[in-house]
Nanobody, 117 residues
Framework: QVQLVESGGGLVQSGGSLRLSCVAS????????MGWYRRAPGKLRELVAA???????NYNDAVMGRFTISRDNAKNAVYLQMNSLKPEDTAVYYC???????????WGQGTQVTVSS
């Protein structure tokens, strides 16, 4: 099973930017899509953005226009560029694989993003 390692989180002021990276131990082309998810304190994990094999992205309405998802198949990596960050973006961010049946793989350790007001 593909292992995922997320990085790039940190503490940033409101309005700032961060770029998250996710590197897979195997080929990400095996999967229908790759997604970034987040779990804020006291809330359920939610999908932030996903990108399929054809590089077509989809975004949660809450991040539309601020976040950009991209992928580098040669590096088995997926990225999340986050701009204009808000305190409500504070969460642990995870990436995951998405199969054609829309099932998810194993979760990595995630990376903490904290946005101060």
């Amino acid at each position: 099973q593909v292992q995922l390692v997320e990085s790039g989180g940190g503490l940033v002021q409101s309005g700032g930017s961060l770029r998250l990276s996710c590197v897979a131990s195997g080929s990400i082309m095996e999967f229908y899509a790759m997604g970034w998810y987040r779990r804020a304190p006291g809330k359920l994990r939610e999908l932030v953005a996903a990108i399929n094999k054809e590089d077509v992205p989809n975004y949660n309405d809450a991040v539309m226009g601020r976040f950009t998802i991209s992928r580098d198949n040669a590096k088995n990596a997926v990225y999340l560029q986050m701009n204009s960050l808000k305190p409500e973006d504070t969460a642990v961010y995870y990436c995951n694989t998405i199969s054609a049946q829309l099932t998810l793989g194993s979760w990595g350790q995630g990376t903490q993003v904290t946005v101060s007001s």
